[in-house]
């Protein structure tokens, strides 16, 4: 398969994925019946996703220019080790591997084992030769390179078992969000998107807000009311309810709606179910500090991130900034 056998193969799947197929609407049902983090709206949410930034052809064209993927390249086997933390989060490094021109050998989260396999089933259905290119395993064996996604100790270990290898790890990420406090409530609505979208399990998920000293949180905690509908979703309950009452044990100051709860903490990283803010004099001094972060994948607000589009990464935007694509030319 050429370059162009490549894209027209992604096109169509974008296009197969936007049809509503009787046959995929029950893969979906099967996922979210398997994991209950993996809820309809959250699937189709990370597949309309994949189609709009993924695989629309205009992208995919301007993507494979900019990288010359057209010249011939030494084929390799790479293993992918997928997160399961929200649906089809490894799609992306299945198709750089695919784009490429490289085989894929897959081993997939046992909280995500659904939903990829059956569209790997469909690309071979609409082109028989990338069937060559495509393999499921529980082991990684014989690789030419591997590309492996995981919590920090999980990385550790990736580290030393593939230090031979030409790799690329990625360890525990977050995101945050810088307000001033002239937010619209517009803006603090598409904020609750990138804080309550998947429950806030992604690396792009904001779980902290930095805000000014004397910030009204009222309208923030108005805002968020979109998503009080996941107070009914037994898992998040439960945690919501485990926060809480370590909060009220802890004697520790806290605001909620009913269904998010704001707690000031230092830590970038909070647990589901609860946002950290932090306060701050001058929007100014924020931005050394928080550019020495290793650990935040992203961050959203004026002069950042716009609002709203934490969950959208195109093409260009890699995990943990590390060109994937570029990685794989090197191989």
């Known amino acids: 398969m050429n370059l162009q056998n490549r894209i027209d193969l992604f096109s169509q799947l974008g296009k197969f994925l936007m049809e509503g197929d009787t046959q995929w609407h029950e893969v979906k049902q099967k996922a979210s019946a ?36 057209d010249e011939p390249a030494k084929l390799s086997s790479v293993g992918i080790v997928m997160a399961g933390n929200i649906p089809l989060v490894g799609f992306n490094d299945f198709l750089c591997v695919l784009m490429s021109g490289h085989r894929a050998l897959v081993k997939l989260s046992a909280k995500d084992d659904t939903l990829l396999p059956f569209l790997a089933e469909k690309l071979v259905e609409i082109e028989p030769a990338i069937s060559e290119k495509i393999q499921f395993a529980e082991n990684l064996k014989n690789c030419d390179a591997y590309i492996a996604t995981g919590g920090s100790q999980s990385a550790r270990y990736f580290e030393k ?8 790890i990625r360890k525990n990420r977050t995101s ?46 108005e805002a968020f009311k979109c998503y009080q509908y996941m107070r009914d979703h037994y898992k998040y309950a439960n945690n919501y309810d485990y926060q809480l009452s370590i909060l009220l044990l802890n004697n520790r100051y806290y605001m909620t709606n009913g269904s998010t709860l704001l707690t000031e903490q230092e830590n970038i990283f909070s647990p589901i179910s609860v946002l950290h803010y932090e306060y701050y004099d001058k929007k100014e001094e924020l931005l050394l500090p928080l550019s020495k972060k290793t650990d935040i994948q992203c961050i959203a607000g004026k002069s950042f991130l716009p609002f709203g589009t934490t969950q959208e990464p195109g093409l260009f935007t890699y995990a943990d900034g590390v060109d994937t694509m570029q990685f794989l030319l090197t191989l």
């Open 34 to 69: 398997k994991n209950p983090w993996f809820t309809p709206k959250f699937i189709d949410h990370a597949v309309h996703q994949i189609v709009t930034q993924y695989l629309h052809p205009q992208k995919l064209q301007e993507w494979t220019a900019h990288y010359h993927l």
């Open 161 to 168: 078992y593939f230090a031979a290898y030409p790799h690329i």
């Open 176 to 221: 945050v969000a810088v307000l001033d406090g002239t937010e619209t409530t517009a803006d603090l609505e598409k904020l609750a998107d990138d804080i309550h979208l998947y429950f806030g399990l992604g690396c792009r998920n904001v779980t902290k807000i930095f805000v000014p000293n004397g910030y009204d949180f009222i309208p923030i905690l």
